[in-house]
């Protein structure tokens, strides 16, 4: 492999506590945001009505804006790229699609002349159904917390590196919901993908450190855990940023060039590539000693 960072010796125990301050700043400010805020869960929790039209000619989302005001209803706009083509969501409980979706066309009709529309798509999600599908969700993310901890404790013979991996995978999700929260960005069954794939990618390069751990382990049984981890870190170090910059670069083309539909999915696997990358080299390993340390 090409090594961009040549052989480091970087003390990242030594500077652990650090590493959890700014970890738990950044949890914090996120949770604060969700007090505060809470979090803009998408039709396909809250339920709602979704009304997709396409103009003739390109439009202004804030003329879009402006025609919904006049209607009194308050819909969340999404912008395709050819600013012709919009999606309108309404959320609430409403039981008739029709009527809400009636509404927005004659709004525009009125509002927007001289520039016809044609409906793209009209549907609606019930309260019961996004109800169903946020307890899916959750059931999705415990069940991927838990296998993983199995796997790992397996894999390493040692329940405390499993913990540690979920740690830093939970750092990594939680750290990415604050920047939603933050951003007020829409949170739908793409972006819970997204989160599943931001844990996966995670654990995947912390997986690669505690190898190494292991590895050094019976090549220099010893070694203060300390020492043999900043050595597994710092050995690892290249492949770890090199992997996480390929990525980075792959998902900010997609969120400046992907458009208004990705653009949710993009900022959020970007959140958590910036995370991941930082709780791999940062936060598990930490953990693991500052456990271990406490269990002796």
Known sequence: MIKFIHKTSIDFIAKRFTFFVISGFLILAGFISMGI???????????????????????????????????????????????????????????NVNDVAERIIIGLKENIKDNPFIEEQRDYVGPIVGRDLAKKAIFAMIFALFGII?????????????????????????????????????IDLVIIAALLAIGGYSINDTIVIFDRMRENTKKFPKMRLAELINQSVNETLSRTIITSLTTFIVVFILYIFGGHVINNFAFAMMIGCLSGTYSTIAIASSIVYQWSKRGR
């Open 150 to 186: 199995v796997y790992i404790a397996f894999r390493f013979s040692n329940p405390v590196w499993g913990a540690a991996g979920v740690a830093a995978l939970a750092h990594d999700v939680l750290i990415t919901l604050g920047a939603l929260s933050i951003t007020n960005r829409e």
């Open 37 to 95: 805020k809470g979090l803009n869960f998408g039709l396909d929790f809250t339920g709602g009505t979704l009304l997709q039209v396409k103009f003739e000619k390109p439009v202004k989302i804030q003329a879009i804006r402006s025609a919904m005001k006049k209607t009194k209803l308050k819909p969340n706009i999404q912008e395709f790229t050819d600013h012709k083509a919009f999606a309108l969501k309404v959320k609430g409980s409403q039981e």
